[in-house]
């Protein structure tokens, strides 16, 4: 099956991509109003490190990482690897080589909704990884397929040149069009969540700061003794 290696796709902006790293993947997802959350699946081989950079695509068959070998010449400083396949699969389609040559050209990580190898090799070449599957599995070059179009994992679209959040809690994709704004929202949620921080250190309850005693009430939760209650 023939298939497309699109060049040069536009991209966020530096500065908005490094203003989206200062912050986690819950912020940012909450900023967007809780969307852009890739899925439970994807894990991180790793623990305590957070990463953004620009998406770059690729679109693969089960058990081929040949449009991984494609991709790499399409990768850059501050970018991100996102590789998906055309129908489930668990195969290792990538591992410490493939690393290797994204860190020379300055990727800063990689996204695999299928299955990753080496792992113990990328944890101690600090290059950072999430993945749906971690499998020794080998592959083939085999199938024609894609690199830099949409893709979709979890549900949600990722193009080429959106930002890609990931942690510890998992990968949350940004639209490029979105980056500065979401970064502006994720700003300002952080300092309402240091506020609520420094209140909470103080003694002050979620329920009073949140006014959600009212809540209880209107939804006619009641307060009763141990006794009251029959228990």
């Known amino acids: 099956m023939p298939g497309v290696v699109v060049t040069n796709p536009p991209k966020a902006a530096p500065e908005d991509v490094a203003a989206l790293a200062g912050h986690g993947t819950a912020t940012v997802g909450e900023a967007m ?13 790793q623990q305590g490190v957070r990463v953004a950079g620009t998406a770059v695509t690729v679109l693969c068959w089960p058990g081929d990482n040949l449009m991984i070998h494609a991709a790499v010449e399409q990768c850059g400083e501050g970018d991100l690897l ?3 396949t055309t129908s489930p699969c668990a195969d290792g389609l990538f591992g410490e080589l493939f690393a290797t040559a994204l860190a020379r050209r300055g990727v800063r990580g990689v996204v695999l909704n299928t299955g990753v190898r080496d792992t113990a090799e990328l944890r101690a070449m600090g290059f950072p990884a999430w993945s749906a599957a971690v499998s020794p599995q080998g592959t083939v070059k085999a199938t ?14 990722i193009r080429p040149g959106d930002v890609i959040v990931a942690d510890d809690d998992g990968v949350v994709v940004v639209p490029r069009e979105r980056a500065r704004d979401t970064a502006e929202a994720s700003e300002a949620r952080e300092r309402k969540e240091a506020a609520a921080r420094a209140a909470f250190l103080e003694g002050e309850l979620g329920l009073d700061r949140y006014g959600l005693r009212d809540r209880l009430r209107e939804l006619g939760v009641e307060y009763r003794t141990y006794e009251e209650a029959g228990s």
């Open 33 to 45: 109003g809780r969307t852009g959350f890739l899925g439970t699946h994807l894990r991180p081989v």
């Open 82 to 84: 996102v590789v998906t």
């Open 144 to 157: 024609g397929g894609s690199v830099n179009v949409p893709i979709v994992i979890g549900g949600q679209v």
